[in-house]
C-alpha cells in the first residue's frame, strides 16, 4: 500500500506564493510518474502540473509560467511551487503518484487566495 500526504497549503493574498508537498511512503516501486490535480467547488477536477520519472514536466495552461513542479527523488517527495497566485487558483489540491499498474491520490490540500 502507498500513502501520499499533502501539506503547504492556506490562505494567501493574491500575488502571493505558496509551496505545496507532497511525500509518499509505503510499498511504492518503480515511479513512473508524479503529479497534482486541484478542484476548486462545482468544477471538475483539473490536471495541474506532472513530473515523470525521467524528469519531464508538462503543465495546464492556464498555469504555465506561474507553477513549478519538481521531485526529491530520494525523499519520494513532489513539490508544486505557485507563485502569482490568483483568486481563480483557489481549490482542493490532489498529489498523485502512478506505479506501473496503479495511481494513488493523496488526500488535499486547501489553497485559498484571497483578492
Known amino acids: 500500500q502507498v500513502q501520499l500526504v499533502e501539506s503547504g497549503g492556506g490562505l494567501v493574498q493574491a500575488g502571493g506564493s505558496l509551496r505545496l508537498s507532497c511525500a509518499a511512503s509505503?510499498?511504492?516501486?518503480?515511479?513512473?510518474?508524479m503529479g497534482w490535480y486541484r478542484q476548486a467547488p462545482g468544477n471538475e477536477r483539473e490536471a495541474v502540473a506532472t513530473?515523470?520519472?525521467?524528469?519531464?514536466?508538462n503543465y495546464a495552461d492556464s498555469v504555465k509560467g506561474r507553477f513549478s513542479i519538481s521531485r526529491d527523488n530520494a525523499k519520494n517527495t513532489v513539490y508544486l511551487q505557485i507563485n502569482s497566485l490568483k483568486p481563480e487558483d483557489t481549490a482542493s489540491y490532489y498529489c498523485?503518484?502512478?506505479?506501473?499498474?496503479?495511481?494513488?491520490w493523496g488526500q488535499g490540500t486547501q489553497v485559498t487566495v484571497s483578492s
Open positions: 513530473i515523470t520519472s525521467g524528469g519531464g514536466t
Open positions: 509505503g510499498s511504492i516501486g518503480s515511479i513512473t510518474a
Open positions: 498523485y503518484l502512478d506505479l506501473r499498474y496503479h495511481r494513488y
